[in-house]
């Protein structure tokens, strides 16, 4: 970290400034300028926060060097992470994961078919939500741990994993106990109690990233939850907000490389919710994988138009099953399986 301080910072400021930074176990490397003075610090800054130093009246400005991360930080852990959501590896060039199902649990025997459609065409996890973050309090809210059950049941007869969103600390028991990879919503990302309390769960976790963070907020969020003890963080892209209206949200394809060169976590791209729309999943899927994704998460219906959720942004399942197949021959074509 880089701190200016400005012309004529009386000797004892530059002196109490030092002393509290080496109190703190960094070096402190001086460099008095012609107009200004100049501190570098060398060591672990994670725990100085820059704005914090700029509130100091003689501070000119605060240029920070490392990132404020430190447990998701490539640069500190080299080799990309595996996670493991039951047996499968997801990951470090693993085969890809492909995270399909409904937007929201209707009913047992529906997830069951969907499960059985979505296995047979090619995915490895089971998607469904059970406890839904709905925009209008007079939408279809899910059928919460009914839901979950109903997911359990559908794991029992498929082998699959399930994936499925927690919306409250006070499920965190029924999450623990049945489901395989907690997802936190893109409209929970900064729900920093959650991140805690999920940081404490011996469980992969999908962390989805909120509709308008940064991609340095997503990697704080994903902190949150290795700081706390949990280091099984998957990264998933949902498209952000941006001033177009064509598709529901923007798909943040950059992301992908970003993530890969900023952090060692998986990242899996969710074009469902980052498009809207049905026939824009398959071409944003394509890209993705092309892109390096470490999996995709998309939504399934048998019968969208009767969807109580998300229906316009889900796949039949035999478009589903086209769309693995066509994933497939990408996947190869930039050294992956699927
Ligand atoms: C979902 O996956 O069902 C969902 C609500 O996604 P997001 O949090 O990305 O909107
Ligand atoms: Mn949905």
Same mark, same amino acid.
């Given at each position: ?156 007869? +498929?082998?699959? /994993? !399930? ?10 028991? *029924?999450?623990? %106990?049945? &489901?395989? =990879? ?80 900023? +952090?060692?976590? /998986? !990242? ?10 049905? *026939?824009?999943? %398959?071409? &944003?899927? =394509? ?52």
């Amino acid at each position: 970290m880089i701190i200016t301080l400005k012309r004529a910072t009386p000797q004892a400021e530059v002196d109490r400034l030092t002393d509290l930074f080496e109190n703190q176990g960094l070096k402190v490397n001086l460099s008095f300028g012609e107009y200004y003075t100049i501190m570098g610090l060398v060591g672990d800054t994670t725990k100085i926060y820059e704005h914090d130093i700029e509130a100091n009246e003689w501070v000119e400005n605060v240029h920070r060097v490392q990132a404020p991360y430190k447990l998701a930080n490539r640069e500190f852990h080299p080799e990309d992470t595996i996670v493991y959501v039951g047996n499968t590896p997801i990951g470090a060039g693993q085969k890809l994961a492909i995270m399909a199902g409904p937007c929201s649990v209707e009913s047992l025997e529906g997830i069951c078919t969907i499960a059985d459609e979505v296995k047979k065409a090619g995915a490895n996890i089971l998607r469904g939500g059970a406890y839904k973050p709905r925009t209008s309090p007079y939408s279809f809210q899910g059928l919460g741990y009914e839901g979950i059950l109903d997911m359990v049941e559908a794991r029992n007869r +498929t082998g699959m /994993p !399930i994936v499925t969103e927690i919306m409250s600390e006070k499920h965190i028991d *029924e999450f623990m %106990e049945n &489901v395989d =990879l907690v997802q936190i919503g893109a409209r929970n990302m900064q729900n920093f109690d959650l991140l805690k309390a999920v940081g404490h769960l011996n469980k992969p976790i999908l962390l989805k990233r909120g509709m308008s963070a940064t991609i340095d907020e997503w990697i704080m969020s994903a902190e949150y939850i290795m700081a706390h003890g949990n280091p099984n963080v998957i990264l998933c892209e949902r498209g952000i907000r941006t001033f177009e209206k064509a598709t529901r949200f923007t798909m943040d394809l950059a992301v992908i490389p970003i993530i890969k060169k900023k +952090t060692h976590l /998986p !990242i899996i791209i969710d074009p469902s919710h980052a498009t809207g729309s049905w *026939e824009l999943i %398959e071409p &944003v899927a =394509l890209a993705a994988v092309a892109a390096g994704a470490d999996g995709l998460i998309i939504e399934v219906h048998d019968h969208p138009e009767q969807a109580l959720s998300d229906g316009a942004q889900s796949l039949k399942p035999e478009k589903f099953a086209a769309l693995v197949k066509n994933c497939k021959k990408v996947a190869e074509a930039v050294g992956r399986k699927i």
